[in-house]
């Protein structure tokens, strides 16, 4: 095999399957970092070794078996070869015993990428280190995809994710699932990794594809399960409803070569009916437990008016409008403000929207964010400011790290002059 070839399969299978490695690592040495440099040390050999012997039928696991074995290679050499395999032994017994339990825990996690995320979002660390932290070891993204997603320096993100590691480390985090008492203090950060890891997946922020599904499909997984951990947790549902109903679209959303096809032009007929159900029933659901819905639960509102309409003409823009207004108030951000002025251009044509969009503008907020001159360049286009707009689309398609959308705002432009 060529080495670029191999090469290929690695990171294919890393960005897969990354998650679930260091998960497993990471419970079988209890340390997040150790697991990460096992995991890293592990890759390398697979660069050595595959493009002689081929990729292994099951790549992941070969992966972590080497890490595994660097790590018991490292604790002979340290002279605590005991000491792990009594660890060993203990979880073997726990392993095989919980089988012949008569009763069952309804808070025991058996996800390890899903305890991972508990301890990542430990109240040991800030919010912001908790999310960098997730975000990087649990949805496999970059750091310079974190800095997009957050409009924050790529280096901050780096020293956030070290000093996260390293808080961890020195409060002895154990790999476990909190108390049922302390879910509510890791429950919002962990809805809100969940939230971007999907978006990263269903509009990946860089790269040569449209979207990353594997992504979007092992966040959508883990929400079930969390869903159904935290059954009185409305926004627990909610995002679930938000997921299915988004994912719904994912068949209709490239052409068979990848190509982006925008939510206008559609073919509707290749949603998903069944995800729709499920994400119309989960939206049901977080009414049933909650006391009106929450940010979350506004957005999954938002997607079945979508997914309640016929054709795109007949969307229900004036409602999402409202929903929109409604989420500004709980969960204000220039995103959601940008998200609004376009549903508004929708609704009561770009004139109104475009002044909401000048003011975002003024404000700086949005600095870098490829979308604020995207929209702007659409609303211009539609007033007949052709050469305002193609700018626009210009300045958007620079700012674009994702290859496929920039072509399509440099064709959106292109078709201006």
């Known amino acids: 095999?060529?080495?670029?070839?191999?090469?290929?399969?690695?990171?294919?299978?890393?960005?897969?399957?990354?998650?679930?490695?260091?998960?497993?690592?990471?419970?079988?040495?209890?340390?997040?970092?150790?697991?990460?440099?096992?995991a890293g040390q592990a890759l390398l050999e697979a660069m050595q070794q595959w493009p002689a012997t081929g990729v292994p039928r099951n790549p992941a696991a070969w992966l972590t078996s080497v890490a595994t074995r660097r790590a018991i290679d490292g604790w002979r050499r340290r002279e605590r070869l005991d000491e792990r395999y009594?660890?060993?032994?203990?979880?073997?017994?726990?392993?095989?015993?919980?089988?012949?339990?008569?009763?069952?825990?309804?808070?025991?996690?058996?996800?390890?990428?899903?305890?991972?995320?508990f301890i990542a979002c430990h109240p040991v660390l800030n919010r912001k280190a908790q999310v960098a932290?997730?975000?990087?070891?649990?949805?496999?993204?970059?750091?310079?995809?974190?800095?997009?997603?957050?409009?924050t320096p790529t280096a901050t993100v780096q020293q956030r994710i070290v000093r996260a590691k390293k808080t961890l480390t020195a409060a002895k985090v154990v790999f476990e699932v909190p108390p049922r008492e302390e879910f509510s203090s890791r429950l919002g950060a962990v809805l809100g990794?969940?939230?971007?890891?999907?978006?990263?997946?269903?509009?990946?922020?860089?790269?040569?594809?449209?979207?990353?599904?594997?992504?979007?499909?092992?966040?959508?997984?883990?929400?079930?399960?969390?869903?159904?951990?935290?059954?009185q947790e409305a926004e627990a549902h909610g995002l679930v409803a938000l997921m299915e109903l988004s994912a719904s679209r994912f068949g209709a959303r490239t052409t068979s070569t990848g190509e982006p096809i925008l939510l206008a032009d559609q073919d509707r007929t290749r949603w998903d009916r069944t995800q729709i159900t499920r994400g119309l029933a989960a939206?049901?659901?977080?009414?049933?437990?909650?006391?009106?819905?929450?940010?979350?639960?506004?957005?999954a509102s938002i997607a079945q008016c979508h997914a309640q309409a016929a054709?795109?003409?007949?969307?229900?823009?004036?409602?999402?409008?409202?929903?929109?207004?409604?989420?500004?108030?709980?969960?204000?951000?220039?995103?959601?403000d940008l998200n609004h002025a376009a549903a508004v251009s929708m609704a009561y044509g770009p004139a109104p929207a475009l002044e909401f969009v000048d003011k975002l503008v003024a404000a700086g907020e949005l600095a870098g964010y490829h979308l604020l001159p995207s929209v702007r360049g659409e609303l211009l286009g539609r007033l007949g400011r052709n050469e305002e707009a193609r700018v626009?689309?210009?300045?958007?398609?620079?700012?674009?790290?994702?290859?496929?959308?920039r072509a399509v705002l440099i064709a959106k432009a292109e078709s201006l002059s």
């Open 1 to 38: 095999m060529p080495d670029s070839s191999a090469r290929a399969a690695v990171e294919a299978v890393w960005r897969i399957e990354s998650a679930k490695i260091v998960a497993t690592l990471t419970r079988t040495v209890g340390d997040l970092d150790l697991a990460e440099d096992l």
């Open 86 to 117: 009594a660890y060993f032994a203990r979880e073997l017994e726990n392993d095989a015993s919980r089988f012949d339990d008569v009763t069952w825990d309804p808070d025991r996690i058996d996800d390890d990428v899903l305890r991972l995320m």
């Open 133 to 151: 932290l997730t975000l990087r070891v649990v949805g496999g993204l970059t750091t310079d995809e974190i800095g997009k997603a957050f409009l």
């Open 193 to 231: 990794v969940l939230y971007l890891i999907f978006n990263e997946g269903y509009a990946a922020s860089s790269g040569a594809e449209w979207m990353r599904t594997e992504l979007s499909s092992e966040a959508l997984r883990l929400a079930r399960i969390l869903a159904e951990l935290v059954p």
């Open 283 to 299: 939206l049901a659901r977080a009414d049933e437990v909650g006391r009106g819905r929450g940010p979350y639960g506004l957005q």
């Open 311 to 336: 054709t795109f003409e007949d969307t229900d823009w004036k409602k999402i409008v409202l929903l929109y207004e409604a989420l500004r108030q709980l969960a204000p951000s220039p995103v959601v």
């Open 392 to 405: 626009e689309l210009l300045e958007a398609a620079r700012l674009a790290g994702n290859e496929r959308e």
